[in-house]
Antibody, heavy 120, light 113 residues
Framework: QVQLVESGGGVVQPGRSLRLSCATS????????MHWVRQAPGRGLEWVAA????????YYAESVKGRYTISKDYSKSTLYLQIDNLGAEDTALYYC?????????????WGQGTLVTVSS | DVVMTQSPLSLPVTLGQPASISCRSS???????????LDWFQQRPGQSPRRLIY???NRDSGVPDRFSGSGSGSDFTLKISRVEADDVGIYYC??????????FGQGTELEIK
């Protein structure tokens, strides 16, 4: 069965970097686009980043461009999100989601999320 | 930017009664391919989001037929015909028409009265 398991969250000081991981199984990782969606405490869902199934293109929300980098490791079937220069606004639960769409995003599976807390 | 506005933001409902959530977009969600990419998600307390409806009115596998989606252009509705205790949570609409811009509504919290 399809599984998405996020990890890498924690309490991080402002200005530091963090890499989130989303380990996948149960499907052909190289055939699907992948996304990160976050949810700040008590807030709604916010789309953050996406990567094409073959890694050829990456997309970012304006609010994170320049500080976030999404990538895929096909040998490990794992999705990553590198976050640099962390600030309070990055505090959130980060979900990875699988995309089976061909025209627009079609989220069919989500992970359970990994919590990032930025605090000194 | 495409802004998605949901109403109400809080929805107390009596068990067995119907519920309706509105989602309006600041621009038409009709894609150049003729489809309208408006989805509805349910997020139960402590859980990840789960999609209920895709392309306005198509129910995902395993979603009870108590849930239905309708609408067109920039005006959409999610209806629950008879609310059950299991339906408690936050409901979000999401547009994908303007990909690579993806926008969610603010969310509507459904609670049992």
């Amino acid at each position: 069965q399809v599984q998405l398991v996020e990890s890498g969250g924690g309490v991080v000081q402002p200005g530091r970097s963090l890499r989130l991981s989303c380990a996948t199984s149960g499907f052909i990782f190289s055939s699907y686009g992948m996304h990160w969606v976050r949810q700040a405490p008590g807030r709604g869902l916010e789309w953050v980043a996406a990567i094409h199934y073959d890694g050829s293109r990456q997309y970012y929300a304006e609010s994170v461009k320049g500080r976030y980098t999404i990538s895929k490791d096909y040998s490990k079937s794992t999705l990553y999100l590198q976050i640099d220069n962390l600030g309070a606004e990055d505090t959130a639960l980060y979900y990875c989601a699988r995309d089976k769409g061909t025209v627009t995003p079609d989220f069919d599976y989500w992970g359970q999320g990994t919590l990032v807390t930025v605090s000194s | 930017d495409v802004v998605m506005t949901q109403s109400p933001l809080s929805l107390p409902v009596t068990l067995g009664q119907p519920a309706s959530i509105s989602c309006r977009s600041s621009q038409s969600l009709v894609h150049s391919d003729g489809n309208t990419y408006l989805d509805w998600f349910q997020q139960r307390p402590g859980q990840s989001p789960r999609r209920l409806i895709y392309k306005v009115s198509n129910r995902d596998s395993g979603v009870p037929d108590r849930f239905s989606g309708s609408g067109s252009g920039s005006d959409f509705t999610l209806k629950i015909s008879r609310v059950e205790a299991d339906d408690v949570g936050i409901y979000y609409c999401m547009q994908g028409t303007y990909w690579p811009l993806v926008t969610f509504g603010q969310g509507t919290e459904l609670e049992i009265k």
